[in-house]
Each structure stands twice: as C-alpha cells, then as structure tokens.
C-alpha cells in the first residue's frame, strides 16, 4: 500500500473540512462582533435618550399640579360632607376627581383627616354649648335665690337658644382650569414618549439580554476544528514522507525525534500559529457578552417609575381602580339566574 498517498490524501482532505468550517466560523465570529458594536452603541443611545426624558420630566409642576388639584378637591369634600355627613373617606373620593398622580391611600387619608376635624369642630361645639346651658341655668338659680327676675323676661347669660354662628374656612379663588388643563397636557404627551420608549428598550433587552453575538456552538466548533487540524492535518503529515517498505504503528517512543527535526518544527509552527488564531477567535466570541450592570440600568428604564415617581403613583391608582372594579362586577355575575 501507498502509505504516502494514503497520509497525503487524508491531511488534503481535513485540511479542505477545516478550511471551510474555519472560514465560515470566522466570518460568523466577525459579523457578531460588527453587530456587538452596533447594539453596544444603542445601549448608550437609549440610555441618553432615557435620561432625557428624565430631565424632562424633572421640568413639569407635578408638585404644583397636586397640591392644587389636592386643596380644591378637599374643599370639595368639605361641601359634599355639609350635605351627608355620613360619607366614608371611599364614597367621597368615588365622587371627587382627586389628580391620578396623588397615591389613593394619601387621598383616602386626607379624607379620613378632614372629617376627624369636621367631628371635633362639632364635639367642641356640643361641648361649648352645654356649658353655655350650664352657665345659664346656674345664673337664673342665683337669681332666684335673691328674688331678682327680669321683669322682661331676658336673661343676663347667654339664651340656650342662641346656636352660634357656624364661621366656615375661607375658600381659595376658582380653580385656574387654564393653567392646570396646559400643564396637565404637558404631563400627559410626556408620558405617551416615555411608553413608547420604555417599549423599545423592552424591544431592544429582548434581543440581547441572552447574548446571542457570544454563541456557545461557535465555541465547540471552534475546538473541533482545531481538533481536526491537529488529527487530520498535522499528524498524517507528520509521517511523511514514509520509507519503504514501512507499516505505521502507535508509537510514541519516536515522537521527540520527529518533533525536534526539521519537519517536526515546521509542523509545530504551523499547528501554534494556527491554533493561536482560533484561540483568538474563540476569546473574541465569548468577549461578546453584554455587561450585566448595562443591561440591568437599561432594564430599570422599562419602569415607568424610574422617569418620575409621579408617573408610578397614576399607574398603581389605575391597578386599584382597576381591581375595584372587577370585584364591583363578581357579585353582578354571581347574582345572574343560571
């Protein structure tokens, strides 16, 4: 048998499957790193453009918004509680258009507060008109231990009849609709661009957050291919050219000879130089991972609360009114004949 043939045609034939896999993994290795850098420079574009809209937010009168809306709708309940004091904090804000941006359990408080005072105001009313009574009824007793009446039939104390006059709290001036509808508009087109973004970036993590440029496969045929070339390539070549008459066996007590002679030095430059690429290649491939401290501060722009606490506030209310409502509808289906 040929053996020369044999090697020669063997180390041909893996050194063609290597070129051809190895080529193919290395224009994949580089069109991953050309994407990695695109996506590395949308990861920065989003976050300015994030931090924009967070300046921007920063810039709107939600205090002032609130505050406003917050003291006129007080007084509101403050009318609606003179007609029917029996109103729970829940019913009054159910009638009330307190701002979505004012958390419901703060709301709900002030509520709660404003009709703990409309109850003191009245037990210190109770409590101040007994002792007018009490006076009263005290000074016709000592009058009449000394004979004295009034020939005209009034009193020197104040009359039991008398209710003092109820002093209400001053309001404020109308509500200036004007400023508030303008700054609410504000508030409202901000938060359409901030959605829209906040979808992107969801859009853009989606897409990145498993590090698709790093591929474990690229990897494992990268060290299969270099596999190939040391087993397929580099040792069949090493045999030649073969003596004759010669039969090739396993043997390893030759191999420091053959690897210090001419051939052998060859083939070991060949083999590391070779080898040094696709280590290069395979360190270039698993260096294609995302930091996670960017994907999390990214991540932390998909909440709406990171752009303004404000914005998290309107959203919770709207979960709870949300859930109100639902439970407000289970007894309505309940209550529907089978």
Request: glycine share 4%.
């Amino acid at each position: 048998m040929d053996w020369n043939w044999f090697f020669s045609s063997i180390a041909q034939s893996a050194a063609a499957i290597v070129g051809i896999f190895g080529a193919f993994i290395i224009t994949k290795v580089l069109s991953n790193q050309a994407k990695f850098g695109e996506k590395s420079v949308r990861f920065r574009s989003l976050r300015t453009d994030a931090a924009k809209l967070v300046d921007s937010a920063n810039q709107l009168a939600f205090a002032w918004y609130v505050r406003l809306n917050r003291k006129y709708e007080l007084e509101e309940a403050m009318d609606l509680l003179k007609k029917d004091d029996d109103l729970d904090p829940n019913q009054l804000y159910a009638k009330l258009n307190f701002p979505p941006f004012l958390a419901r359990v703060d709301a709900i408080q002030d509520l709660q507060d404003l009709k703990d005072q409309r109850d003191l105001a009245a037990e210190d009313k109770r409590r101040r008109h007994e002792e007018a009574v009490r006076q009263h009824v005290e000074q016709q007793k000592r009058l009449g231990q000394f004979g004295f009446r009034n020939p005209l039939g009034f009193s020197d104390g104040p009359s039991i009849f008398i209710e003092p006059t109820e002093i209400s709290p001053m309001r404020s001036l109308s509500r200036p609709w004007a400023e508030l509808s303008k700054e609410r508009d504000a508030i409202d087109a901000l938060e359409v661009e901030v959605r829209h973004h906040m979808r992107t970036i969801a859009d853009f993590l989606a897409t990145t957050k498993s590090n698709p440029e790093s591929s474990v496969a690229i990897t494992w045929a990268l060290a299969m291919v270099a596999g190939l070339f040391l087993i397929g390539v580099i040792y069949p070549l090493s045999f030649l050219p073969t003596p004759t008459p010669w039969t090739p066996a396993l043997e390893f007590h030759g191999f420091w000879a053959r690897l210090f002679s001419l051939r052998g030095m060859l083939l070991t430059a060949i083999s590391a130089i070779f080898l040094a690429a696709l280590t290069m290649f395979a360190v270039m491939n698993r260096r294609l991972r995302y930091p996670s401290s960017e994907v999390k501060s990214l991540e932390d722009f998909t909440h709406i609360g990171t752009y303004s606490p404000y914005y998290a506030i309107a959203e919770e209310n709207e979960k709870i009114a949300r859930a109100q409502a639902e439970r407000e509808r289970q007894p309505e289906h309940e209550s529907e004949p089978v």
